[in-house]
């Protein structure tokens, strides 16, 4: 069955970095978009950026500059390096795969796999 198992997530200052894994199984994952999202308790889950399987990114503005996605075909896995961390950043990140069968990648429903999350906690 699919997988993905993100890690990576902690505690870390404001202006901080950290970087966010996304491990991927069962799945030919150089044939999905990989997106991540987020979600901060009692709001809904929000959309971060993606990488489309062809290369392209595109980020939210709220992240725009300060955070990339990249991946690694051959290890199957998909990063998101998070610089000049802001406490408004402090959210359960989620990595998710797109078959690419739509014509939205910024929303939820897009996605067909998500990981379980992992917590970061940007201090001020």
């Known amino acids: 069955q699919v997988q993905l198992v993100e890690s990576g997530g902690g505690l870390v200052q404001a202006g901080g970095s950290l970087r966010l894994s996304c491990a991927a199984s069962?799945?030919?994952?150089?044939?999905?978009?990989m997106g991540w999202f987020r979600q901060a308790p009692g709001k809904e889950r929000e959309f971060v950026g993606i990488?489309?399987?062809?290369?392209?990114?595109y980020y939210a503005g709220s992240v725009k500059g300060r955070f990339t996605i990249s991946r690694d075909n051959a290890k199957n896995t998909v990063y998101l390096q998070m610089n000049s961390l802001k406490p408004e950043d402090t959210a359960v990140y989620y990595c998710a795969a797109d078959r690419g069968s739509g014509s939205v990648w910024d929303v939820p429903r897009a996605y067909d796999y998500w990981g379980q999350g992992t917590q970061v906690t940007v201090s001020s």
């Open positions: 990488r489309w399987t062809g290369g392209n990114t």
């Open positions: 069962g799945l030919t994952f150089s044939s999905y978009n």
